[in-house]
């Protein structure tokens, strides 16, 4: 079974940066695919950006150049750097993870969820 613990949020201004982080434990294999979703006011929740294999990165469109995710696996831990933050990234962001080390952005393929982290931009 997997814990997937978020931390990080907070609220900023437009154009400032952000880090989260997400603390995966009771995971067997470190190769699972790990990725950041989000859910904004009035929005269903949506994909941002997964890591497959611990290397290839993929990102939603809307993130692409401003968001940088990646795994250290010394910890355990995931990152998203956010960079050029705009008020539409308001939203509570979730960590999941995959029991394999494929990822897709059809979120009922991951099996395990964090609580959430705030993450708030204003103009």
């Known amino acids: 079974q997997g814990r997937l613990v978020e931390s990080g949020g907070g609220s900023v201004q437009t154009g400032g940066s952000l880090r989260l982080s997400c603390v995966a434990s009771a995971f067997t294999d470190s190769n699972a695919c790990m990725g950041w979703f989000r859910q904004g006011p009035g929005k269903e929740r949506e994909g941002v950006a997964v890591i497959e294999g611990g290397i290839s990165a993929y990102y939603a469109d809307s993130v692409k150049g401003r968001f940088t995710i990646s795994k250290d696996n010394t910890n355990n831990t995931l990152y998203l750097q956010m960079n050029s933050l705009k008020p539409e990234d308001t939203a509570m962001y979730y960590c999941?993870?995959?029991?394999?080390?494929?990822?897709?952005?059809?979120?009922?393929?991951?099996?395990?969820w964090g609580q959430g982290t705030q993450v708030t931009v204003s103009s």
């Open positions: 999941a993870a995959r029991r394999g080390p494929t990822c897709y952005w059809a979120q009922r393929l991951y099996d395990y």
